[in-house]
């Protein structure tokens, strides 16, 4: 039996056109992405609307899916309908209401030279209800940061839009070393010594009214919530900016936070300089932001996003994708009125 804590509400996953139960095991050890973390993942939301739960752009996610494979030379087995097709079925299948849902292409068993010539390319999605990425917290009050010593992976050594299974292990080291720290995240630099991301999470400041952040050329992977973001801050009648963030910056905005489709809009209240590795943790210095609290852009943006992914405007729904053909659909196989669920969830609040 697989322990199902970290994920909860996953029943079955689906393999290569077939499902099967959460426990059900797969995969050979000598598969090839084991070994050199040869597969490229997305990582998507779906969420709870009146119709049922509704995947938020999933189109574009799975466009990545696809410029991600082709960086890794993979033959993907399945047409983008075809994928977009098994996503809104797993979802299905679990009976979620709303879900984070992970596709994973991966190298298999074949050979285990590093080009994985005899290694056909394999297709598992998987989805299970995930909370705040940061924890619940954070996106009420804020997280408070370490500016890593170590720098990202540089735009010109590789794509960083590109989602490799293999390249997260620098994300995975540095966030737990952040935590380890007592921090709740970690930022990284880019090589030219300004403000990157952080390990799964893209960066957005706002000073003097203008919402500002970075791109590739920064060595970022430019994020789907970055540019929804973005697009919401237009649409709210921000002046919006994209161009490098420096430290100084980056430490004296009025507001700053992330965004992710884990982290979805999470503010910055404090940031901890931890670059200097020859001071003790107790010496490196901490910052502010604004009143330490979450700002007010940074929480009307946050307030719009939650509501346009939940299908609550309509000039927003070409972003969604339904899970089920129908609300009744969805009503008969959630046994309960998706609408009245809504309505009793919101009572509580
Ligand atoms: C390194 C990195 N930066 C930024 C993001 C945010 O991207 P998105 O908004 O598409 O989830 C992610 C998550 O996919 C990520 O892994």
């Not at 804590?5 to 598969?31: C, N, Q």
């Not at 597969?39 to 574009?60: H, K, M, N, Q, W």
């Not at 991600?68 to 983008?80: G, H, Q």
């Amino acid at each position: 039996m697989f322990d199902t804590t970290y994920f909860p509400g996953a029943k079955k996953y689906w393999h290569m056109g077939e499902i099967y139960d959460w426990d059900t095991r797969l995969v050979h050890v000598m598969s090839h992405v084991l070994h050199y973390g040869s597969s490229v993942f997305e990582g998507i939301r779906a969420y709870e609307t009146s119709r049922g739960p509704a995947i938020f752009r999933l189109e574009d996610h799975i466009d990545r899916f696809f410029t991600s494979a082709a960086a890794l030379n993979m033959d993907v087995p399945y047409t983008k309908e075809e994928i977009i097709e098994a996503c809104r079925l797993i979802v299905r299948e679990n009976r979620l209401r709303s879900a984070y849902i992970r596709p994973n292409l991966f190298y298999s068993y074949g050979n285990l030279g590093l080009t994985p010539k005899a290694c056909p390319v394999e297709l598992t999605i998987g989805c299970w209800e995930w909370g705040a990425y940061l924890g619940d917290e954070a996106i009420a009050t804020g997280v408070h940061v370490l500016l890593l010593p170590w720098k990202r992976f540089h735009h010109t050594q590789i794509n960083a839009s590109v989602k490799l299974g293999g390249l997260y292990v620098q994300s995975n080291i540095h966030a737990t070393y952040a935590r380890r720290m007592g921090f709740d995240e970690g930022i990284f630099l880019n090589l030219e010594g300004r403000i990157a991301e952080g390990p799964g999470e893209n960066i957005i400041l706002v000073k003097n009214g203008i919402v500002k952040t970075n791109d590739k050329f920064e060595s970022i992977l430019e994020g789907i919530t970055r540019t929804t973001i973005l697009e919401l801050a237009r649409d709210l009648g921000y002046e919006t900016e994209i161009s490098p963030i420096t430290i100084e910056e980056f430490l004296n905005a009025d507001e700053v936070f992330f965004t992710g489709t884990a982290a979805e809009v999470t503010p910055i209240t404090r940031i901890t300089d931890g670059r200097d590795q020859e001071k003790s943790p107790d010496e490196w210095e901490v910052f502010t932001i604004g009143d330490g609290t979450p700002g007010k852009i940074t929480l009307q943006l946050s307030k719009l996003y939650g509501e346009v992914v939940r299908g609550k405007h309509e000039s927003y729904d070409h972003w969604l994708t339904y899970v089920y053909d129908s609300p009744e659909e969805a009503r008969m196989a959630l046994g309960e009125s998706p609408d009245s669920m809504e309505k009793e969830r919101l009572s509580r609040f």
